[in-house]
């Protein structure tokens, strides 16, 4: 089926390392939304984006309007850049590379990370970097590079030195006089400048839906409905609802949603093809059991098979013993898990891997003698009160929905649990007024 085109205007939000590390960037904007052109007026940019939200579309697409204008611009993935780097043109070619460097002129690159799934390591990132900079050594002040990334592969490399060293614009910029420039100070000096790719707005949405050829009032309204503009605002995601809505003609509630997308990113398990055909039940269960290693470990990175870096992730022939090299490789591979980053990927969704691990208590309590162990896991006794675990809190508003021992338990300690997350919509309404009537006495009692 041929893709679908949506012209979509994306935004991009500024942002800016805390006390001037690179290493954690602040969760607030640092000034007003900006467009392309803005971002094209810096010649070093990092735009950064979660998974499935559009960035490798965006740079490619805009690589190639700005060659419809007449300008250089050409458009490479940063894994393919090598010895042979004449190869690693998608837009723009090896020859009009070189006529660029041969000319007085500027040109625009677009180094694309969002799919490394050929780098094994940070230092192959390091290395790709480095070819490129070597690359355009004679030209480099005439280049303007914008890099994409995720923000949390990029944040596995060292420090933005990375590009200062590499690609450097401009001579550098050092402190007068032995003086301590502040943080604010040395953002606006900084050679690379960082945006995040901004989600979509209601417009986008409706815009979206449109060319899908979906009921565009009706879709909306059942999103808005099922409180799931959070998955919306990606189109990755956007895409998964618009399939469950042309499947299944409806949306449906949060718990219905997630379900459904968890079926379908496992969908080509199902069939045969170049991946291991599995049945629909064991890769279900093969994904719960990796959810809950995930969780219970705090452990975010699940390895790909082969790969030799196991420190601090979490091992699947280990959760998975009885699944072959090539079955799991291919269940890391679905839309469950994010792009192959270092040889490892991680669950694509927060709430898919909470849901998925319910899912695997639900299957533990379900068996006969297991409920206390299961149960152990999320409530504690310490100083003769029953607590329930923080870590496993999010995962508990899910298991609410899905066993009522461990619901009635939970809602005796805290009422208001229930709010916080999972899906309360599907609790019994009785249930759901004696919640309501717990937190409301609760606040009373708190105001006393």
Not at 127 to 149: H, K, L, P, Y
Not at 228 to 257: H, N
Request: glycine fraction near 6%; include cysteine.
């Amino acid at each position: 089926m041929k893709e679908i085109i949506v012209p979509l205007i994306r935004r991009f939000v500024p942002a800016k390392p805390m006390l001037g590390d690179w290493e954690f960037l602040h969760p607030e904007p640092s000034g007003s939304v900006q467009g392309w052109r803005a971002l094209e007026e810096h010649y070093r940019v990092l735009v950064l984006a979660d998974p499935g939200a559009g960035k490798t579309f965006e740079a490619k697409g805009r690589a190639t309007k700005l060659r419809e204008k007449g300008a250089k611009a050409f458009f490479i993935r940063i894994e393919d850049i090598d010895a042979a780097f004449g190869d690693a043109f998608e837009v723009g070619t090896a020859a009009e590379f070189a006529d660029w460097l041969a000319s007085d002129g500027e040109a625009f690159f677009f180094l694309d990370s969002v799919d490394e799934a050929q780098l094994g390591t940070p230092r192959a990132l390091e290395d790709a970097i480095r070819v490129f900079g070597a690359r355009i050594q004679v030209a480099r002040q005439r280049a303007r590079i914008i890099i994409t990334s995720r923000e949390d592969a990029w944040q596995a490399l060292s420090d933005r030195t990375l590009v200062e060293q590499y690609l450097p614009h401009g001579a550098p910029i050092d402190a007068q006089d032995g003086e301590q420039k502040d943080s604010n100070e040395a953002d606006s000096d900084s050679i690379l400048k960082i945006f995040r790719l901004g989600g979509l707005k209601i417009d986008q949405i409706k815009l979206f839906a449109a060319h899908h050829g979906v009921d565009v009032n009706a879709f909306v309204a059942a999103i808005e409905r099922g409180n799931l503009m959070t998955l919306a605002e990606r189109p990755f995601d956007l895409k998964a609802l618009i399939r469950k809505w042309q499947a299944d003609g409806a949306l449906g509630s949060r718990r219905e949603v997630l379900q459904r997308l968890i079926e379908l990113q496992l969908a080509p398990l199902f069939a045969t093809g170049a991946l291991p055909k599995i049945e629909p039940a064991r890769a279900r269960s093969g994904a719960r059991a990796l959810a809950a290693a995930v969780t219970l470990t705090g452990r975010s990175i699940v390895s790909l098979p082969g790969d030799d870096n196991k420190d601090g992730r979490v091992d699947p022939a280990a959760v998975l013993p009885e699944w072959s090299i090539e079955e799991l490789d291919a269940l890391l591979r679905t839309g469950t898990f994010d792009d192959v980053v270092y040889a490892s990927v991680r669950f694509r969704h927060r709430e898919i891997r909470e849901l998925l691990t319910a899912e695997w208590a639900k299957e533990l309590l379900d068996r006969p003698g297991a409920r206390p162990q299961v149960e152990a896991l999320f409530f504690r006794t310490q100083y003769s009160e029953e607590v329930i675990v923080p870590r496993l809190r999010p995962t508990l508003c899910w298991l609410l929905v899905l066993d009522d021992g461990v619901r009635d338990r939970a809602l005796a300690l805290e009422p208001e649990i229930a709010s916080e997350g999972g899906d309360p919509s599907q609790l019994p309404l009785v249930v759901r007024q004696e919640m309501l009537a717990g937190i409301v006495a609760q606040i009373a009692a708190d105001a006393k």
